[in-house]
Each structure stands twice: as C-alpha cells, then as structure tokens.
C-alpha cells in the first residue's frame, strides 16, 4: 500500500450493526467517519457523533432576507419610484404590501434550503471515491457500509484497518482515493 | 398485543374532577347572580366561555377524524384523549341550553330584536328566527353525535379484539369512514360558527368564517390535549408511552394551525380593507378603534408572532414542559380573541357607551370558568371511563417505539 487512500470501508449486514459500529468508532476517538445506508437510521447521527446542521439558521436568515426585500421592493414601487393613488389609499399602504413580502419570505427560505442543503452536503459531487468499491453499489439496495477516512487525524493504515476488522464486518476494503 | 387494562388513567384525575366541579359549580353561582341583574351581558360571557371550551370538544371530533386519515404516531398517542374531548358533547348540549332559552328571551343576537322591514331580515326570512336557530343547533348536535358515537364505539370494539387481524378491520372501518365525514364535519363547523358567532353581527358576513373556526377549535384542541400530555407524562401509565418525539410532532402540528390562523385572518382583512365596501368595513373599523385596537395588535403578536417565532425551535418542541406551557398560553389567547369577536357586536347600550366602544364585564371571566368547570369535570370523567391508550391498536407499539427515537 505505497498510494494514499481514501479511506477504509467496512460493509455489515444489518443496520443494528452499522449503528454499533459507527458508536465504536466514534468512541474509539475517530471524527472523519461516515456511514451508508439504504434507508434513513436515525440512530446514525448519535452513533456517529454527527453536530446538528446549521441549515435552519441559515433557512431562516434567508427568510428574513426575503422579509426585508419584499418590504423594499414594494416601498421602493410603490412610494419612491412610481407612487399611483389606487382606491384613495395612502402610497405606503403596509396590508397590500404584506402578500408579496410574505411570498419573498418563502421564495428565500426555500431557496436558502435546497441550496444550501446542496452545498453544504458538497453537492454536486461527479466524483466520490467510495465508488471505487465495486460491492458499495448494494448500499442503495441492502447493505450497510461505514468508512474511516484517511484524512482522519487519528488514522494509521495498519491500526485503523485492524480496528475495522474487529467489528462485526463481513468485508472490510481499502478504498482508492 | 399489549392489555388496555395496564393503561387505565391514573386515579389522581378524580382529585382534578372535584375541583373542576368545584370551581365550576361557585362559577355558575355567581354567574346566575349576575345574569340576574344584567341578562344579556351574562348571556354574552356565557357564549364567550362556550364557544371557547366547546370548541375544544368540538376540535377534537374534528382531530379525531383527521388522525384516522393520516396515521401516524402522534394520532395513536393522542387518540383516547381525542375520544374523552368527544364524548363531552352530553354536557356541551346541556351549556347550550342558557343560551337557547336567552335567543327566546333576551336580545344578546342583535338579529332577534331587529325590525322584520331591516333588508337582511327580509331575505333571511325564517333563517333568522330564533326557533329555526335552535333547530338547527340540534341539527349540528346531532351530526356530531353521530360521528362520536360511531368513532368511540368501534375504538372500544377494538380493546376486545384479539389478533391485529381484528384490529386492523376495525381501524380500516374508521379511517374509511373520517374521509367523507371529515367533509360533513367542516361544513357543520361552518353553519355552527356562523349561527353562534357571526350572526352575532347580522349585518356582517364573512366566507371564510367557517374555516377561521376549523382552524381555530382545532388549534384549541391540540394546545388542550399537549398540556393533558405533558400532565400525564409524569405518571404511570403515559411515562412508559410518551417520548419527545410525540411532543415534536404535536409541536410542529401547533406551528401549522398558528399560521393557518393567523393566514385565514389576514386573508379576511385584505379582502375586505381591498374592497372598501361600508358595509363590510365598519366590522373591522370597530375592532380597530381604542381598547379593540390594542387587542387586535396583541393578537397579531401573541396569536401568532410570539408563538410562531418560539416554535421554531426544534429543542423548544421537544421539551415537554416548554411546550405545555406555551399550548396553555395559546388556549388563554384564544379565549381573548373570542373575546374580540364577541365584545365589540356587543348591541347592549345601557350605560351611555357609543355602540361597539371598548367595554369588559366581570361576568366576561366568570362566565369562562364556569363554563370550563363544568367541561372540564365532565371531560375528566370521561378520561378515567377507557384506558389513556389504544393498547391493541396494530400501530401502538410502533407509536411508543417512534416517540422514543431520536
């Protein structure tokens, strides 16, 4: 093993397995870890040590933005640029202005979301290396699989590997970066 | 299949029931005092305490049949408490009755004193005299009745069942049944909340009153039933049921109906401040104005701003203390906004006050709990009748299992 790898990938069974061997791991000190699975656990985030994402807090200082240019756009429309008396109201008339600050909001935030969940999973990614792994393509159908990155500031090839072999692993791989 | 009978509530609730009836029981007292002396003002707290406590009994028929269509865990955990809600409507009949003998008697809806000549009293004609509108009360109760009878006798057919074959059938029968009834609900809703509480103003019409009220009794009934939960979860037998995960689900289901609120009544000022018809206008302008004007704006912000805000949070919904006392403080903001549809259509103009000018009786917070008193004594038996629990729903230890999830 003269190349540097990715990383190394144990595939289990059961999704009981991958749980209690994504807990050893993060008990064990590792933190660049990651686990698939074909359905959602949601046991997996505790287990792997995974913080809470800061997605909501951006979410909602997107819709804030939105907020805020909805009551610009509008101010900016209806009172500074091209003031129309519609119906005797006054230019600035805050519940007509409501709709479309309330329609920004949302456009806002549900950009901020599904962006930003993009980004912040590092989408799109045309290439990843766990792919390399040609029995990883099961863990969309009913396998479980858990990798140890290399980047891992506790990683070392032969301990990390023989860590990986005492857990309850059918298969442990290297994975080619 | 787990035994219903290890779920039967704890018997503490017989302590709560006394008191209910207590403080109920020297409520109505005082009440009849002051209706004695000022009629259509005790008539009009009443209706304020009615609308408000009914409408949790009333939510909880309408929940009830939603949780059969949807599924899901939040629905099983809750649904005994649904079903206690329901079964009230026995007593809520009998709190209508102050209210049917004062149309015949007293003028506290303006239509029964208004002149047959007035334009809507023509076209109305006998839509609008006072026995067609306890007929139609009686109508609506027993609709209702209908729905609660069939809901909870197939809920307890399934406490005898014995395989999840037979329980299935039974849940199938009532989720078959809340799609087309959830139809017949909403539109009992409609005619009821209009009776009881636009009419109240007969010049003045809204259309989507009805929905106001759906959205509103349900979102009173959610708020009742997680201050119930976070009670309970302290005790056998709901500590081995409850997780922070039901309290999550309830959580979000409260952030929806505080913005559907707050959503249907926006909708109904910009169409009408849109329009600028006098006609429909002056409703609105008279909550706008002085002691009204101040209650409108703390709606807005603690109907929905304030509780909207907090329920953001995820850590705040799952902590079931916080969201009880949050649901409790939603429950007394809509006892006020009751309040404001009820106080400015106030027509009584005995003490010199302009018409529709800011006023607050005592009787307005003694009416309120003797009302509640009474419901809440009634509900309370009714709770300790049946285990607190489906326990051989097919569902139930998935339910359990899913609240103690991550």
Known sequence: MEHKLHGIMAEFDTPTQLVDAARRARDEGYVKTDAFSPFPLHEIDEALGIKRSILPYL?????????????????????IDWPIIVGGRPAFSLPA??????????????????????????????????????????????????????????????????????????EVFDVED | MANPENYRAPAEINRWRTLALGVGGIASIIWAVGAYFNTEQALLSWLLGFIFWAGIGFGCIGVLLLQYLVGGAWGVVIRRILEAGTRT?????????PLAIGIYTRSFFDWTHLPLTDHVMEQRGIYMTPWFWIVRAGIYFAIWGVMVYLLNKWSADQDLTTTTEQSRLVLEKASRFSGPTMVVYCLVVTFASVDWMLSLDAHWTSTIWGLLFAAGWALSCFCFVVAMLAVLSDKAPMDGVLGKRHFHDLGKLILALVMVWAYFNFSQFLIIWSGNIPEETGWILTRMKGGWGYIGVGLILFHFAFPFLVLLQQDFKRHSKWIAMLAIFILAIRLVD????????NRIVTDGLEQGAFRISWLDFVGPVAVGGIWLWWFFGELLKRPLVPARDPYFEGAIEHGRGH
């Open chain 2, 338 to 345: 009751m309040f404001y549809l009820i106080g400015p259509s």
């Open chain 2, 89 to 97: 409507l026995p007593v809520i009949i009998l709190l209508f009755i």
């Open chain 1, 59 to 79: 979410i909602f200082a997107g819709g804030i933005t939105g907020l805020v240019s909805g009551l610009g756009l509008t101010y900016f429309v209806h009172v």
């Open chain 1, 97 to 170: 202005f409501i709709p479309p600050m309330f329609e920004l909001t949302i456009l806002f935030a549900a950009f901020v979301a599904v962006f930003g969940m993009l980004f912040l999973n590092g989408l799109p990614a045309p290439y990843h290396p766990v792919f390399n792994v040609p029995r990883f393509a099961l863990a969309t159908r009913e396998k479980f699989f858990l990798i140890i990155e290399s980047a891992d500031p506790k990683y070392d090839y032969a301990e990390t590997r023989r860590f990986m072999e005492s857990l309850d692993a059918q």
